[in-house]
């Protein structure tokens, strides 16, 4: 399959994807081993690595976290692409850490991969308005020097748009603010995750009038426990929004449904194009 199958009646996007090639040129190397691949590798992906990836049309069933007192109330929906596992885990910390941003365009192919060819979220394509991505605190940014889920929200929306007539989905990378800087959530347990983000989250006051009554999409590289994800739709169904649905490339939630297996293939081989140390 051509990994811009998306694009494929579509001029403009024929261009876009053509100069993204040029710049940035995938389909020579797998993105999370290295080995060397041909262009028509879905996703990047060698196939020893694809078939590790623990893929499926996965959600969060939210009425069995809302029975175990871990509500995400302020979200219609929460949908990851994979399990959180080596091969992902690969994916996010080369993007996040290593400064690889070409890799928020396979991770976007990922995202509209899963939306299009699940019955849940397909509609999506059509009735969705706005593509958010979730903030981080601009200390946070200015180290970084990017958010990786604006990076990936960015893209995502052009994948979107090339499906869709009419309206355009509009991606609106500063809808949130991250107003204060919490501790990163990978520090904390499970019951203080909540508190963390306590009022970290609030609407940019020039985006409210988007906000209002629009279906929105927020875009994130990881779900846990879901905590972030509900603090951001708070804010965003304060403001006025009508739905708010989450996607993620990956998720460890333990309320998670619709995949076969419950951890990643584990047998990662890193095959020296890749060989950077993983933070731990």
Same mark, same amino acid.
């Not at 706005?130 to 990786?148: D, T, W």
């Given at each position: 399959?051509?990994?811009?199958?998306?694009?494929?009646?579509?001029?403009?996007?024929?261009?876009?994807?053509?100069?993204?090639?040029?710049?940035?040129?995938?389909?020579?190397?797998?993105?999370?081993?290295?080995?060397?691949?041909?262009? *028509?590798?879905?996703?990047?992906?060698?196939?020893?690595?694809?078939?590790?990836?623990?893929?499926?049309?996965?959600?969060?069933?939210?009425?069995?976290? =809302?029975?175990?007192?871990?509500?995400?109330?302020?979200? $219609?929906?929460?949908?990851?692409?994979?399990? +959180?596992?080596? *091969?992902?885990?690969?994916? %996010?910390?080369?993007?996040? +850490?290593?400064?690889?941003? +070409?890799?928020?365009?396979?991770?976007?192919?990922?995202?509209?991969?899963?939306?299009?060819?699940?019955?849940?979220?397909?509609?999506?394509? $059509?009735?969705?308005?706005?593509?958010?991505?979730?903030?981080?605190?601009?200390?946070?940014?200015?180290?970084?020097?990017?958010?990786?889920?604006?990076?990936?929200?960015?893209?995502?929306?052009?994948?979107?748009?090339?499906?869709?007539?009419?309206?355009?989905?509009?991606? %609106?990378?500063?809808?949130?603010?991250?107003?204060?800087?919490?501790?990163?959530?990978?520090?904390?347990?499970?019951?203080?995750?909540?508190?963390?983000?306590?009022?970290?989250?609030?609407?940019?006051?020039?985006?409210?009038?988007?906000?209002?009554?629009?279906?929105?999409?927020?875009?994130? $590289?990881?779900?846990?426990?879901?905590?972030?994800? $509900?603090?951001?739709?708070?804010?965003?169904?304060? =403001?006025?929004?009508?739905?708010?649905?989450?996607?993620?490339?990956?998720?460890?939630? +333990?309320?998670?449904?619709?995949?076969?297996?419950?951890?990643?293939?584990?047998?990662?081989?890193?095959?020296?194009?890749?060989?950077?140390?993983?933070?731990?």
């Amino acid at each position: 399959m051509n990994m811009y199958y998306f694009a494929k009646d579509r001029k403009p996007d024929r261009i876009r994807e053509a100069l993204l090639q040029l710049i940035f040129p995938m389909g020579t190397y797998c993105v999370i081993c290295g080995s060397l691949i041909d262009s *028509h590798r879905r996703w990047s992906v060698c196939d020893n690595c694809m078939k590790a990836l623990n893929k499926g049309n996965i959600y969060i069933d939210l009425a069995e976290e =809302a029975a175990s007192g871990n509500i995400m109330s302020h979200l $219609d929906s929460a949908s990851s692409c994979l399990v +959180y596992g080596l *091969h992902s885990k690969k994916l %996010v910390f080369d993007l996040k +850490y290593n400064k690889r941003t +070409y890799l928020s365009r396979p991770i976007s192919m990922i995202m509209a991969d899963r939306i299009i060819c699940d019955e849940r979220l397909r509609p999506l394509v $059509d009735t969705v308005d706005l593509v958010v991505p979730v903030p981080l605190h601009k200390s946070r940014l200015r180290k970084r020097g990017f958010n990786q889920s604006a990076l990936i929200s960015l893209d995502l929306t052009a994948r979107l748009n090339a499906l869709r007539d009419g309206r355009p989905v509009l991606n %609106v990378p500063d809808c949130l603010l991250r107003q204060r800087l919490t501790v990163s959530q990978r520090s904390v347990s499970g019951s203080e995750r909540n508190l963390n983000l306590e009022n970290a989250f609030t609407i940019n006051p020039k985006r409210k009038t988007l906000v209002s009554n629009a279906v929105i999409l927020l875009v994130d $590289d990881i779900l846990t426990t879901g905590s972030t994800a $509900d603090h951001c739709a708070e804010a965003l169904k304060d =403001a006025g929004a009508a739905e708010v649905h989450f996607i993620s490339l990956a998720t460890g939630n +333990y309320h998670l449904k619709g995949c076969e297996r419950r951890r990643d293939d584990e047998s990662f081989i890193d095959r020296g194009a890749s060989s950077d140390r993983m933070p731990e």
